[in-house]
């Protein structure tokens, strides 16, 4: 029975390369040089679709694949429901913070407890950190660019992911406080985990040895 893994480019795609190598299994073409979105792999069984990372989940949720891999942040933002969780592949690590202007007194406004504005693509990481803080938060929902919303004067703060912090500096931000760590996790179809062991099966196992192996 043929596989259907979701994939997002960039960090998550090029991380699980070699997990998927690891697995026998081998994209046949160099996606940075397609404007496919379908792709065959070394493995007939096999194939990889790329959609956007925050897409990963409801693709494998509605059965659109089989497994995919997906940052937690995704993962937290879309819910999780349908979804069979078995492994953190603990690849493309980074952190959800916040940030702020420079010069701009974060530590002052919340404690105040002034409403604060906040600029996000990840409304309910965000909405769930400033409760539990008991901040009052004016949610603003982006899709890209957030560190342009405290710039602009649009908002007080954003909260985004996190890598080297070299974004945040060349636009003038300082991150004020971490969220939460992120890694990429499998997420598996629980239909397709039934119906589809015999094929499914080695491919978790092979991901859970490479990543154990990696991590040893
Ligand atoms: P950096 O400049 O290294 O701190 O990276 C921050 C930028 O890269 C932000 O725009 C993030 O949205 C993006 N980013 C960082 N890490 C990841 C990741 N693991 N997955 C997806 N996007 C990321």
């Known amino acids: 029975m043929s596989i259907t893994i979701a994939l997002s480019k960039g960090r998550i795609f090029e991380e699980t390369v070699p997990l998927l190598a690891a697995a026998g299994i081998v994209v046949t073409e160099d996606v940075d040089k397609s404007r496919k979105l379908i792709f065959d792999t070394t493995n007939p069984e096999v194939r990889v679709v790329l959609v956007r990372a925050s897409d990963v989940p409801v693709y494998v949720q509605y059965g659109g694949a089989d497994l995919g891999v997906s ?3 995704s993962l937290i933002e879309h819910g999780g429901q349908g979804l069979y969780q078995p492994l953190d592949l603990q690849i493309a690590k980074c952190r959800v913070s916040v940030a702020v202007r420079k010069g701009f007194d974060y530590q002052h406004a919340v404690k105040q407890g002034a409403r604060l504005k906040v600029a996000t693509k990840y409304s309910t990481i965000a909405r ?6 008991g901040v009052h ?3 603003i929902k982006l899709y890209g660019s957030m560190e342009l919303a405290p ?3 649009m908002a007080d703060a954003i909260v985004d992911l996190v890598s080297t912090g070299n974004t945040l500096k060349a636009n003038d931000l300082v991150e004020v406080e971490p969220i939460m760590d992120i890694s990429s996790r499998l997420v598996v179809n629980q239909a397709s985990l039934k119906l589809k062991q015999r094929t499914l099966r080695p491919i978790l196992d092979a991901f859970a ?3 154990a192996a990696k991590n040893a």
Do not use: I, N, R, S
């Not at 769930?128 to 803080?133: I, L, M, N, P, Q």
């Open 151 to 153: 710039l602009t004067g």
């Open 209 to 211: 040895q490479a990543v």
């Open 137 to 139: 938060v004016d949610m």
């Open 71 to 73: 940052g937690l942040d």
């Open 128 to 133: 769930d950190f400033f409760a539990e803080k």
